[in-house]
C-alpha cells in the first residue's frame, strides 16, 4: 500500500489530503502562513505543514508529499532548507515543493496546456503553452503584486474608510461595516501593523465589503470593479506571452477563494475576458489545487518539472 500527502498551503489556510493508493482517504486543515518581521516564514510553514500532518494523526510510512504553497521561497538554497524541515516534521519522505499555482493550474486544467488565474488572498496567473513553457504573471507578494486580490480589496475598503474620517475622501457605507468588524476604528491601522497576520487580517475584510457593495454603494462597489480588472489584466499578459501566436481554442480557467463570490469577481471576470478574448475557451476549474497535488503524484510532475523541487534521496518525478 502505498501512502502520499497532498498540500495546498496559502496565506489564510492550509488543506493535506492523505492518500492511500492514489486515492483521497482523509483531509486536514491548518492555519496560513504569517507574513511579519516577528516570524520566520520557513518555519511558519513547515510548522503548519506538520499541524496538518498530526491532524491526521502522523500516519507512519509516508512515502511522498507534493506542496503547492503560497509561501514556497523562490531561492533555490531557502526552498531546499524548507524542504528539509519538511521532511524532518513528516519523518523524512521524498517532498515535491513549488508555488501553489502549479497544483492551481493541474488542478484546473488536468496538466494541459493553458492559462489559469489563481486569486485569494493573493493572486498569480500560470500559463502553460503548448511546448510545455511556463509564463507567470503577479506572484509578487502583497507589497509588490497581488493586484485584485483579497488581500487589495480590503486595503482599498480600510483606505476608503480611513479617508473618510480623515476628511479626505468620500462618505461610505465601509465605515459602519468596517467598526462592526473591529470595533473602536481609532488605532485601527496600528492594530493591524504589530498583529501576528497582517496581510490575513486584512485579506478577512472581503466578506463585508461584498456585502457593502451588493447594498449599492459607490465606493465598495468600486473596489470590485477595480479588482476584476486587475485579475483581467494580468491574465491578458500571461496570454500573450504564452500564446502570442493568438488564443483560439486556448483554454482558460480560475482557482481561489475569491472567485466563489460569483456576482462581483467569477461572473465580470468570465465576461470580461470572453470579450477581450473571444476565442479563448474560458470554462470552470475540473478541481482545486489540492486537487492538483493528488493529480501530480498520480501522473508525475510533466510540464511543471523546472517550477518544482525535489527533495529525498530517492527522489524521482
Do not use: K
Not at 509561501?71 to 524541515?85: I, K, S, T, V, W
Not at 504573471?137 to 480589496?153: M, P, T
Not at 482557482?255 to 470554462?283: C, N, Q
Amino acid at each position: 500500500m502505498s501512502l502520499d500527502l497532498a498540500v495546498d498551503g496559502g496565506q489564510t489556510n492550509l488543506r493535506m489530503a492523505l492518500v492511500r493508493d492514489g486515492v483521497v482517504a482523509e483531509i486536514a486543515h491548518a492555519g496560513g502562513f504569517a507574513y511579519s518581521g516577528q516570524t520566520d516564514l520557513l518555519d511558519s510553514v513547515a510548522d503548519a505543514v506538520a499541524e496538518a500532518f498530526g491532524a491526521l494523526g502522523a500516519p507512519p510510512g509516508v512515502e511522498r508529499v507534493c506542496l503547492g504553497l503560497t509561501a514556497a521561497p523562490l531561492q533555490p538554497d531557502r526552498r531546499f532548507r524548507l524542504a528539509e524541515r519538511i521532511r524532518d516534521r513528516l519523518g523524512g519522505p521524498e517532498v515535491w515543493l513549488g508555488p501553489d499555482m502549479v497544483t492551481a493550474h493541474a488542478g484546473a486544467l488536468g496538466g494541459a496546456a493553458g492559462v489559469v488565474t489563481t486569486a485569494g488572498t493573493g493572486v498569480v496567473c500560470l500559463g502553460i503553452d503548448a511546448e510545455g513553457g511556463s509564463h507567470q504573471g503577479d506572484g509578487h507578494g502583497y507589497l509588490l503584486g497581488d493586484s485584485g486580490s483579497g488581500f487589495a480589496v480590503g486595503r482599498a475598503a480600510l483606505r476608503a474608510v480611513m479617508a473618510e474620517r480623515d476628511g479626505r475622501g468620500p462618505a461610505t457605507a465601509l465605515t459602519d461595516a468596517a467598526r462592526e468588524a473591529f470595533g473602536d476604528l481609532a488605532g485601527l491601522s496600528q492594530r493591524i501593523y504589530t498583529s501576528p497576520a497582517p496581510v490575513r487580517i486584512v485579506a478577512s475584510c472581503t466578506s463585508w465589503v461584498a456585502a457593502v457593495a451588493r447594498a449599492g454603494d459607490p465606493v465598495a462597489r468600486a473596489i470590485w470593479s477595480g479588482a476584476v480588472d486587475d485579475l483581467v489584466a494580468t491574465t491578458a499578459a500571461v496570454l500573450g506571452r504564452a500564446f502570442p501566436g493568438g488564443v483560439a481554442e486556448v483554454p482558460l480557467s480560475y482557482t481561489g477563494g475569491l472567485f466563489t463570490i460569483d456576482d462581483l469577481v467569477r461572473r465580470p471576470f468570465v465576461s470580461a475576458v470572453s470579450d477581450r478574448f473571444p476565442g479563448v475557451l474560458v470554462h470552470e476549474p475540473l478541481g482545486n489545487p489540492l486537487d492538483g497535488a493528488v493529480r501530480l503524484l498520480a501522473d508525475g510532475l510533466g510540464p511543471y518539472t523546472p517550477l518544482m523541487l525535489t527533495a529525498g534521496s530517492d527522489a524521482h518525478v
